[in-house]
């Protein structure tokens, strides 16, 4: 079994940056760090996208696992304030 690497530590490994891989592979830069950051789950074509602009298959890929950015309950409902 061979080690797998994130998007980015393939990237870094690469030496080439988001923008690259996004002329690369159509996926918008800003989409990528959201990506490589765990705030977005790619979508399958996405993922293949990526890989295959970083040279790699999709599953030879440690895909970062969505962790929840905020809590969108509290930022919908204001605080109210102690008088």
């Known amino acids: 079994m061979s080690m797998r690497f994130s998007p980015q530590e393939y990237r870094f490994k690469k030496g080439i940056s988001q923008y690259i891989i996004q002329a690369a592979s159509g996926v918008f830069q800003?989409?990528?760090?959201?990506?490589?950051?765990?705030?977005?789950?790619?979508?399958?074509?996405?993922?293949?996208?990526?890989?295959?602009?970083?040279?790699?298959?999709?599953?030879?890929?440690?895909?970062?696992?969505?962790?929840?950015?905020?809590?969108?309950?509290?930022?919908a409902r204001p605080e109210s304030k102690a008088e």
């Open 30 to 75: 800003s989409r990528l760090s959201l990506i490589e950051n765990g705030l977005a789950k790619p979508t399958e074509k996405e993922m293949t996208a990526i890989a295959d602009a970083l040279g790699v298959e999709p599953n030879e890929i440690a895909w970062p696992t969505v962790r929840r950015s905020l809590d969108r309950e509290s930022k």
